[in-house]
């Protein structure tokens, strides 16, 4: 039985990538380029600046530090205007459902993000005061999939890495987590994403017994 579990928010509580994608969207189309669903994947779980930058790589663009604090903040300021008006409907299948079974069995759970935004998509969804510890892009010095935001969910649960699961729909969260020595359970499509131990296509299919196994 794990004695804590770790959500990613983005795609695995909340479907944002389209807001996400929107935005970057109409930043390319500013900076005069295309920017496609397919270029999207590539910045799932990707730091704002790290997607910034696969962003004008994929534009053939190159930008002075200023002007991508610039573009980075026109971007994150419409995604904010997207995410302000999400509420609970926008929670994933499942993922209630999963999150009152963890605490029928007083599992502990985290939330293990990239994204600065955590908090108001939370907030928002109206599940900021259920999670035990919230480690986000404000309080990490380096991105996934680097393990420091889920060795810090860990330790924030009190809990030994060995002994937390966590769940990812990108492959460098899958990354972040096997690198902090946890369970991962990936998200998804398996054919896309490696190295994960278990995989499921929605919350819907995970229960607490699938996991004693
Ligand atoms: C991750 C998303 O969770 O957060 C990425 O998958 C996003 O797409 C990243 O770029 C950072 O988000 P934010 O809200 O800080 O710009
Ligand atoms: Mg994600």
Same mark, same amino acid.
């Given at each position: 039985?794990?004695?804590?579990?770790?959500? +990613?928010?983005?795609?695995?509580?909340? +479907?944002?990538?389209?807001?996400?994608?929107? &935005?970057?969207?109409?930043?390319?189309?500013?900076?005069?380029?295309?920017?496609?669903?397919?270029?999207?994947?590539?910045?799932?779980? /990707?730091?704002?600046?790290?997607?910034?930058?696969?962003? *004008?790589?994929?534009?053939?663009?190159?930008? =002075?530090?200023?002007?991508?604090?610039?573009?980075?903040?026109?971007?994150?300021? @419409?995604?904010? !205007?997207?995410?302000?008006?999400? +509420? #609970? =409907?926008?929670?994933?299948?499942?993922? *209630? @459902?999963?999150?009152?079974?963890?605490?029928?069995?007083?599992?502990?759970?985290?939330?293990?993000?990239?994204?600065?935004?955590?908090?108001?998509?939370?907030?928002?969804?109206?599940?900021? #005061?259920?999670?035990?510890?919230?480690?986000?892009?404000?309080?990490?010095?380096?991105?996934?999939?680097?393990?420091?935001?889920?060795? @810090?969910? &860990? !330790?924030?649960? =009190?809990?030994?890495?060995?002994?937390?699961? /966590?769940?990812? +729909? &990108?492959?460098?969260?899958?990354?972040?987590?096997?690198?902090?020595?946890?369970?991962? /359970?990936?998200?998804?499509?398996?054919?896309?994403?490696?190295?994960?131990?278990?995989?499921?296509?929605?919350?819907?299919?995970?229960?607490?017994?699938?996991? #004693?196994?």
């Amino acid at each position: 039985k794990p004695h804590a579990v770790i959500f +990613d928010l983005d795609g695995v509580i909340v +479907d944002t990538a389209k807001h996400h994608f929107q &935005a970057w969207k109409q930043l390319a189309d500013e900076l005069g380029f295309n920017f496609t669903e397919e270029d999207n994947e590539r910045l799932k779980g /990707v730091s704002r600046m790290d997607s910034l930058n696969i962003l *004008l790589e994929i534009g053939g663009l190159n930008k =002075s530090e200023s002007e991508k604090q610039e573009l980075a903040a026109r971007k994150n300021k @419409r995604y904010v !205007e997207a995410i302000s008006v999400m +509420d #609970e =409907s926008e929670i994933l299948p499942g993922v *209630l @459902r999963f999150l009152q079974e963890l605490k029928e069995h007083n599992i502990p759970y985290a939330l293990g993000s990239a994204s600065k935004n955590a908090p108001l998509i939370l907030k928002q969804i109206g599940l900021y #005061e259920k999670f035990n510890a919230i480690v986000d892009g404000n309080s990490i010095s380096k991105a996934k999939p680097d393990p420091e935001v889920f060795l @810090r969910g &860990a !330790e924030e649960l =009190s809990v030994t890495p060995g002994n937390c699961v /966590v769940f990812e +729909d &990108a492959q460098s969260g899958i990354e972040a987590g096997k690198a902090a020595g946890m369970y991962v /359970v990936g998200v998804g499509d398996s054919a896309v994403l490696a190295g994960a131990d278990d995989y499921i296509r929605t919350m819907e299919e995970m229960t607490v017994s699938r996991l #004693e196994k």
